[in-house]
T-cell receptor, first 113, second 110 residues
């Protein structure tokens, strides 16, 4: 069964450093998403991406965050200058269209120290 | 902001028992989705319901979407230890991205 692949599975970084989280969505899906889940809290929407541009973003997705689809297969989330409160599980997801269920990756556990 | 309230937050039952968990909102959704999440993993889609009053069955799991498309329920018959996990409901309204509830953490004891 097709799956969404995320790398790395774990990332530890120092506060103020830049991190790039990588995702390979399902190949024939058109919509791509990043969500995060702080330990013990609910899954929160960050950003959606369609037709090579951001279609929607949440309040969490401030100027420190950016997304890219550099080569037609990878979908990346960059955090420019990490803060302690960015520590969370980051999930990438894709869907074939609106109204369809999402397929999530296994996540990247980001720890900012 | 669309909010989804899930209840109960925690549920611990004996193997073989039946259970129902609920997902409620004051907002109308074009579809509601149920996911199951294991520790350290991403949510896995169980079902999508789109029509008010719709009922879908997945083996021992029965999902219902409320007539007004504001609420949903998940009923598990004869729970098994393998059903243990975090059950999340999530809603979509129009073209807005999926919004999640906090989940119901189910523990099925042998």
């Amino acid at each position: 069964e097709p799956e969404v692949t995320q790398t790395p599975s774990h990332q530890v970084t120092q506060m103020g450093q830049e991190v790039i989280l990588r995702c390979v969505p399902i190949s024939n899906h058109l919509y791509f998403y990043w969500y995060r889940q702080i330990l013990g809290q609910k899954v929160e929407f960050l950003v959606s991406f369609y037709n090579n541009e951001i279609s929607e973003k949440s309040e969490i997705f401030d100027d420190q965050f950016s997304v890219e689809r550099p080569d037609g297969s990878n979908f990346t989330l960059k955090i420019r200058s990490t803060k302690l409160e960015d520590s969370a599980m980051y999930f990438c997801a894709s869907s074939p269209g609106t109204g369809y269920g999402y397929t999530f990756g296994s996540g990247t556990r980001l720890t900012v120290v | 902001t669309q909010l989804l309230e899930q209840s109960p937050q925690f549920l611990s039952i004996q193997e073989g028992e039946n259970l129902t968990v609920y997902c409620n909102s004051s907002s109308v959704f074009s579809s509601l989705q149920w996911y199951r999440q294991e520790p350290g993993e991403g949510p896995v889609l169980l079902v999508t319901v789109v029509t008010g009053g719709e009922v879908k069955k997945l083996k021992r799991l029965t999902f219902q979407f409320g007539d007004a498309r504001k609420d949903s329920s998940l009923h598990i018959t004869a729970a098994q230890t393998g059903d243990t996990g975090l059950y999340l409901c999530a809603g979509v309204s129009g073209n807005t991205p999926l919004v999640f509830g906090k989940g119901t953490r189910l523990s099925v004891i042998a």
